[in-house]
């Protein structure tokens, strides 16, 4: 079996995913991801809001993107 790593992202209901890519590794995977909430993040910061305060993703614990593993015969 080889392990395929395939990036979701959060939708805009509870428990919703879409999957986004896949990757053979993980450390590919999750620089996707990170990259990604990145650019989510600067989108966002362009939006002007007085609501409240926006944080980076290094300052927040959720996430928008994730990564898991998937199995899969050869």
Do not use: H
Request: proline share 4%.
């Amino acid at each position: 079996m080889k392990t395929t790593y395939v990036l979701f992202r959060a939708g805009e209901n509870y428990g919703q995913q879409s999957a986004v890519g896949w990757f053979d590794t993980e450390i590919a995977a999750k620089d996707a991801a990170i990259r990604m909430e990145w650019d989510e993040c600067r989108k966002e910061a362009e939006i002007p809001s007085t609501m409240s305060r926006l944080l980076s993703p290094d300052d927040t614990e959720y996430r928008r993107f994730s990564v898991e593993p998937l199995d899969r015969l050869n």
